[in-house]
């Protein structure tokens, strides 16, 4: 069965770092693999998706890589700010069309001080 | 943009109610899930479904019940509410067979059994 690691579990840095969040899956076969933000009490928002051909997606100061071989993702938030604070969560879709769910990492809780 | 709405933002039971939540999407996918979350575990898979009057269990079925009877509704129904249902719920839709498109998530519904 799938399992999906995030690391760190939190992390907390000065406004205007680059930062790297980590996200490994044991599984390499998935379809497709997306990075989410949640913030306090809220749904899920997609940030990027990556699908299982690519290497990379970028959306502004987002970064999301892929080495499906290796079992790896990464996010890179470029010139933090304290508005990317929230809880960041990677989920990967398991090869078949992606009908039967995500599989989710625990998330990442991100602060940025300003 | 793909929007999934969820009925309630925040929802108060009493403990053996019968309780819906209620989930609509307006895109036409036909794939819809529901999860629920909470602290220390993660999002976890309730049901999900593929299509009109199809249903499939996820990882955590027991005490939840689901209907699709249009494409674009999908009610998750706890049929007697217990305390340990407390929980925030997500509700998400999908394209199948798109690689290139991911899950979109509502904005989930708090829900307290007392």
């Known amino acids: 069965k799938q399992e999906v690691t995030q690391i760190p579990a939190a992390l907390s840095v000065p406004e205007g770092e680059n930062l790297v969040l980590n996200c490994s899956f044991t599984?390499?076969?998935?379809?497709?693999l997306q990075w989410f933000r949640q913030d306090p009490g809220k749904g899920l928002t997609s940030l990027l998706l990556?699908?299982?051909?690519?290497r990379e997606q970028t959306s502004g100061r987002l970064n999301a890589s892929l080495d499906k071989s290796s079992g790896r993702s990464t996010l890179y938030i470029a010139a933090s700010q304290p508005g990317d604070s929230a809880t960041y969560l990677c989920?990967?879709?398991?090869?078949?069309?992606?009908?039967?769910?995500?599989?989710f990492g625990k998330g990442t809780h991100l602060i940025i001080q300003p | 943009d793909v929007k999934v709405t969820q009925s309630s933002r925040y929802l108060v039971k009493r403990t053996g109610e019968k309780v819906f939540l209620e989930c609509v999407q307006d895109?036409?996918?036909?794939?819809m899930f529901w999860y629920r979350q909470d602290p220390g575990l993660g999002l976890r898979l309730i049901y999900f479904?593929?299509?009109?009057?199809?249903?499939e269990k996820g990882d955590i079925p027991e005490g939840y019940s689901v209907s699709r009877e249009k494409k674009e509704r999908f009610s998750l129904i706890l049929e007697s509410a217990s305390t340990n249902q407390t929980s925030m719920y997500l509700c998400?839709?999908?394209?199948?067979?798109?690689?290139?498109?991911?899950?979109?998530f509502g904005s989930g519904t708090r829900l307290t059994v007392v």
């Open positions: 599984d390499s076969a998935i379809y497709n």
């Open positions: 895109m036409d996918h036909e794939n």
């Open positions: 998400a839709s999908s394209l199948w067979g798109q690689a290139n498109y991911g899950y979109t």
């Open positions: 990556i699908q299982s051909s690519q």
């Open positions: 479904s593929y299509d009109v009057k199809m249903k």
């Open positions: 989920a990967v879709t398991d090869s078949g069309g992606g009908a039967d769910g995500l599989t």
